[in-house]
């Protein structure tokens, strides 16, 4: 089932485009509606040029893939009313190709989702050097010959040579469904991935969506004697901490002599190069090895450009091809980190089939109390298929906006899509974003004036990473009853209510180990919300540039009410307190205490099963009790009143 939503634009052509996730059915906001002119196909049947023709070098093993995608298949898109002609493309520059003039394009690799078994022609591999003219190299392969639903390798029977001038490879098809395979946009790359419609003009992917297809040339034959690179810098974006860092790399033979030594060296921020001499290394045409300096980078807080770079191959001076021997990359280095605490955005509705699936079957309440203290989540409830989801605001419409989401259920983690229907990947994909390190400790607490419903959220960031963040705060409900749908659900979780101060959030621009404090306001009036009683507030720093979400937090709320009782067996007495607190059943946990703006005012470890705590160095007040076991948090609030 897909509901569709159409612009009202006059048409010379539609183009109807559709992302699918993972191949599972969801349901889709947009039909993608483009004025393309038609231009009369012309049919080439392995046009041989520029190079290829009798004089093509004998194929050899293919030594490098030229690609953007980042390897793995997400999405995958087509053709949504009916079977159409697609071709897709990606644009080698010729600084791309400089360093494999006279080498020659053997292999081309592509993923094709499952519903390329509709396909109704050949699937014909093209490379163009100019997009606006016929192409340069054509070759068919049959639909028999390929697998839907997998990646496909086609070998070229007449190697294309590169002669450096840029080049467009790629390859059409007929078919109905979602056949063009693409990645997850994690890093896609503007200005090169092109696309083709029903014989029409070549045009800019950029226009349609920001996924990069899953497409890359092998390149191999006519290497020269002596070439190696810098294949990889193997270091995290953001390097944890300063101090001694060691410069791991990858080293790539693409010489037709056996590499056995080479200087390994490297340079920061223009500085001083440090130089290794490797030796005994016995690395054969197109395999590669990962070499770790001896000399540590003494890193420093802050960001640096470090150029690795390879020299000296087999003692003999530079090699043959010097384009690829350097890697140029930029990182960040913070001063200290934290545990992450990941957050999940879900775009859904209660109009949803597909999101009872999900919501019922795998990210699920089962799911969700086996992770209890690994994540927060926000749960944006969309106004699509028709009538929509009555919790619907145009807050939740900024953000799946933002993210571009075309369809639902649509799970984000910390940023980016992971929807899965599946609970194993799911898990897995929770356990690797809890195991990375956070650069930013944050807490926060929040008010609401009953009188006025206006809230009043405190945030306090202790920043280990400088940089321009944007600091988001939702209001949810955690139960809602009052938006059933026809879905079959009848209890939705964790319902944005109201974003604070809206969905643009705050401007948070901050520097290393300087504490900054946010207080953001807003009015709760004319919302959704069913019982004040029953809200949260989730807080989230997010990357404006990558959109990746740092780091999330939930606002415990100053005026009375406190988080989730997780341990249900704990018991804190008495409360309020006059200077001592006696806890049950507190056997392996860790306590923590804080006061109302977040600041931890004493922690402990490993508690008996009872356990007695002296509050003597606190005041009267407010304050809030962190039990921690097991990855799971409970928070408790305790008066002081001497």
């Known amino acids: 089932?897909?509901?569709?939503?159409?612009?009202?634009?006059?048409?010379?052509?539609?183009?109807?485009?559709?992302?699918?996730?993972?191949?599972?059915?969801?349901?889709?906001?947009?039909?993608?509606?483009?004025?393309?002119?038609?231009?009369?196909?012309?049919?080439?049947?392995?046009?041989?040029?520029?190079?290829?023709?009798?004089?093509?070098?004998?194929?050899?093993t293919v030594t490098d893939w030229l690609h953007y995608d980042n390897g793995t298949n997400a999405?995958?898109?087509?053709?949504?009313?009916?079977?159409?002609?697609?071709g897709v493309y990606i644009k080698l520059s010729p600084t791309l190709?400089?360093?494999?003039?006279?080498?020659?394009?053997?292999?081309?690799?592509?993923?094709?989702?499952?519903?390329?078994?509709?396909?109704?022609?050949?699937?014909?591999?093209e490379i163009y050097t100019d997009p606006a003219a016929a192409p340069v190299y054509t070759e068919d392969f049959p639909s028999s010959s390929l697998t839907p639903g997998n990646w496909n390798t086609v070998t070229l029977s007449n190697p294309f040579v590169i002669t450096g001038a840029e080049l467009y490879v790629g390859y059409k098809l007929t078919s109905a469904g979602y056949v063009i395979g693409v990645d997850d946009g994690s890093n896609y790359v503007t200005g090169v991935n092109f696309y083709t419609f029903n014989g029409g003009a070549m045009s800019s992917w950029d226009n349609i969506a920001s996924y990069n297809f899953n497409l890359q040339v092998g390149v191999g034959g006519a290497i020269t004697s002596n070439d190696a690179g810098v294949s990889n810098i193997n270091l995290p974006a953001i390097l944890?901490?300063?101090?001694?860092?060691?410069?791991?790399?990858?080293?790539?033979?693409?010489?037709?002599?056996?590499?056995?030594?080479?200087?390994?060296?490297?340079?920061?921020?223009?500085?001083?190069?440090?130089?290794?001499?490797?030796?005994?290394?016995n690395i054969p045409t197109g395999q590669s090895t990962t070499v770790t300096h001896s000399v540590p980078w003494n890193a420093t807080v802050g960001s640096h450009n470090v150029d690795v770079f390879v020299s000296n191959f087999n003692g003999n001076g530079p090699d043959d091809i010097t384009a690829n021997d350097h890697m140029i990359k930029t990182f960040s280095v913070a001063s200290n980190f934290t545990q992450k605490k990941p957050l999940y955005e879900e775009f859904t509705s209660s109009t949803c089939p597909p999101c009872a699936?999900?919501?019922?079957?795998?990210?699920?309440?089962?799911?969700?109390?086996?992770?209890?203290?690994?994540?927060?989540?926000?749960?944006?409830?969309?106004?699509?298929?028709?009538?929509?989801?009555?919790?619907?605001?145009?807050?939740?419409?900024?953000?799946?906006?933002?993210?571009?989401?075309?369809?639902?259920?649509?799970?984000?983690?910390?940023?980016?899509?992971?929807?899965?229907?599946?609970?194993?990947?799911?898990?897995?994909?929770?356990?690797?974003?809890?195991?990375?390190?956070?650069?930013?400790?944050?807490?926060?607490?929040?008010?609401?004036?009953?009188?006025?419903?206006?809230?009043?959220?405190?945030?306090?960031?202790?920043?280990?990473?400088?940089?321009?963040?944007?600091?988001?705060?939702?209001?949810?409900e955690k139960t809602t009853t009052g938006n059933v749908g026809n879905?079959?659900?009848?209890?939705?979780?964790?319902?944005?209510?109201?974003?604070?101060?809206?969905?643009?959030?705050?401007?948070?621009?901050?520097?290393?180990?300087?504490?900054?404090?946010?207080?953001?306001?807003?009015?709760?009036?004319?919302?959704?919300?069913?019982?004040?009683?029953?809200?949260?507030?989730?807080?989230?720093?997010?990357?404006?540039?990558?959109?990746?979400?740092?780091?999330?937090?939930?606002?415990?709320?100053?005026?009375?009410?406190?988080?989730?009782?997780?341990?249900?067996?704990?018991?804190?007495y008495p409360n309020p307190t006059t200077g001592s607190l006696f806890i049950n059943n507190a056997e392996d946990m860790s306590i923590e205490i804080y006061n109302i703006s977040g600041n931890l005012l004493f922690k402990e470890?490993?508690?008996?099963?009872?356990?007695?705590?002296?509050?003597?160095?606190?005041?009267?007040?407010?304050?809030?009790?962190?039990?921690?076991k097991d990855d799971k948090i409970d928070l408790r609030k305790i008066v002081v009143n001497k």
């Open 487 to 572: 879905n079959g659900e009848t209890e939705f979780y964790n319902v944005m209510m109201k974003m604070v101060p809206d969905a643009n959030g705050t401007a948070a621009a901050v520097v290393a180990d300087v504490p900054e404090s946010f207080n953001i306001t807003a009015n709760l009036n004319g919302t959704n919300i069913e019982e004040y009683s029953d809200l949260e507030v989730i807080v989230f720093l997010q990357d404006t540039g990558s959109k990746k979400v740092m780091q999330s937090v939930k606002s415990v709320d100053s005026s009375g009410a406190v988080e989730d009782v997780v341990f249900s067996s704990l018991k804190i």
């Open 75 to 86: 999405n995958a898109f087509g053709a949504q009313s009916g079977s159409a002609t697609l």
């Open 97 to 125: 190709l400089a360093g494999h003039i006279n080498r020659q394009i053997e292999e081309v690799k592509f993923f094709l989702g499952a519903d390329a078994a509709n396909m109704t022609s050949n699937l014909t591999i």
């Open 357 to 476: 699936n999900l919501n019922s079957n795998y990210f699920n309440n089962s799911f969700l109390s086996t992770n209890t203290g690994k994540y927060n989540l926000i749960k944006y409830q969309m106004n699509w298929p028709s009538p929509g989801d009555p919790y619907y605001t145009s807050e939740g419409g900024d953000r799946r906006a933002y993210y571009g989401v075309n369809s639902v259920p649509t799970l984000f983690l910390d940023g980016f899509d992971g929807t899965h229907f599946n609970t194993i990947a799911l898990q897995q994909d929770l356990d690797a974003a809890y195991a990375e390190p956070a650069f930013f400790a944050m807490t926060s607490s929040y008010s609401i004036d009953p009188n006025t419903k206006d809230i009043n959220v405190t945030v306090n960031v202790n920043p280990y990473l400088s940089g321009d963040y944007t600091l988001h705060c939702a209001v949810v």
């Open 1 to 60: 089932m897909k509901v569709l939503f159409t612009y009202n634009v006059k048409l010379e052509l539609d183009l109807h485009i559709n992302i699918q996730k993972n191949q599972m059915k969801k349901i889709t906001t947009f039909l993608l509606l483009f004025v393309i002119t038609f231009s009369q196909a012309q049919l080439f049947n392995s046009v041989r040029t520029n190079g290829g023709g009798d004089n093509h070098i004998a194929s050899r």
């Open 605 to 628: 470890k490993d508690l008996s099963n009872q356990t007695n705590i002296s509050l003597d160095n606190l005041t009267n007040g407010v304050y809030f009790v962190k039990f921690i």
């Open 240 to 281: 944890p901490q300063p101090g001694n860092t060691n410069i791991e790399a990858t080293i790539t033979n693409y010489g037709a002599n056996t590499l056995n030594s080479i200087d390994f060296n490297y340079q920061v921020d223009g500085g001083t190069v440090q130089t290794d001499q490797l030796t005994g290394l």
